[in-house]
């Protein structure tokens, strides 16, 4: 019921779960960059640390601690984490 | 740097790191009943689902989504997911 994901050699990680037909996941990024496509658009809150996105190569933006950022459907994102870890909830909202 | 952790079959899984000397972890909890030992104070935040928590054998008590609760450094503490698989943040204090 619960799926562990790694990307990147490990450094950036998540587990997976579903709740109300709705698929989500808690994970945490290690100090680098790192570029995911999308299928189903997704909402990413920063649960702790501070998260630089790059949406649809629109420019970068810093997301600290409590903020929320979207991802649509069918695109792409650059994530960094900033001064350590990072970590997040990803919403899947499709 | 990060660390995949599974507990109970893999019906708790979490994702370790550390930023400024402080440890914290992230996971899931699927629906089930279960019950940790701690070695450092913990700090519990409940990010997504309801957890129900039974700190020190004190009695059941409701955590929904955005509530916090502490755990006592070489203390215990059982933990439900209710109505599906619940996640949190755990922040140790020691």
Redesign the interface.
């Known amino acids: 019921?619960?799926k562990?994901n790694?990307y990147f050699d490990?450094?950036v990680?998540?587990?997976g779960?579903?709740?109300?037909g709705l698929r989500?996941t808690?994970?945490?990024i290690?100090p680098g960059e790192y570029r995911f496509n999308t299928a189903a658009a997704e909402r990413m809150?920063v649960?702790?640390?501070q998260i630089q996105a790059n949406v649809g190569d629109a420019g970068w933006a810093t997301f600290p601690t409590g903020t929320v950022f979207e991802v649509p459907a069918n695109g792409a994102f650059d994530v960094r984490a900033v001064?350590?870890?990072a970590?997040y909830?990803c919403?899947f909202l499709g």
């Open positions: 019921m619960l562990h790694t490990g450094k990680q998540s587990i779960f579903e709740r109300n989500a808690v994970g945490v290690a809150t649960l702790s640390g001064g350590g870890p970590a909830l919403e």
